[in-house]
Nanobody
């Protein structure tokens, strides 16, 4: 079992920055961030392999968002810069120990999820 708790969401103006945090009860092979806007499907944002720190990003956020870990604290972060109104969504931290690399962007491959934190970007 991996328990995940997100924090750091809030209201920010377009062009601003936020850093989301995810506290994990234990390490997992892969950790990821997804988001879901009202009426839309859950969308992959970024993932990191804890052991190698290899990272993977959705094209929509590449160059603006950065995923990272703090191994000592079992924390995963999502630094979000140059935020846009279309980034408004609930953001979820996810983890799994058994997924394969080809599934890293697939929400169905993750067995553990946090409750989410809401991000609102005003124009």
């Amino acid at each position: 079992q991996v328990h995940l708790v997100e924090s750091g969401g809030g209201l920010v103006q377009a062009g601003g920055s936020l850093r989301l945090s995810c506290a994990a009860s234990r390490r997992a092979s892969y950790l990821a961030w997804f988001r879901q806007a009202p009426g839309l499907e859950r969308e992959f944002i970024a993932a990191i392999k804890w052991s190698s720190r290899n990272t993977y990003y959705a094209d929509s956020v590449k160059g603006r968002f950065t995923i990272s870990t703090d191994n000592a604290k079992n924390m995963v972060y999502l630094q979000m810069n140059s935020l846009k109104p279309e980034d408004t969504a609930a953001y979820y931290c996810a983890a799994d120990n058994t997924l394969i690399l080809s599934s890293v962007r697939d929400s169905r491959a993750y067995g553990y999820w946090g409750q989410g934190t809401r991000v609102t970007v005003s124009s």
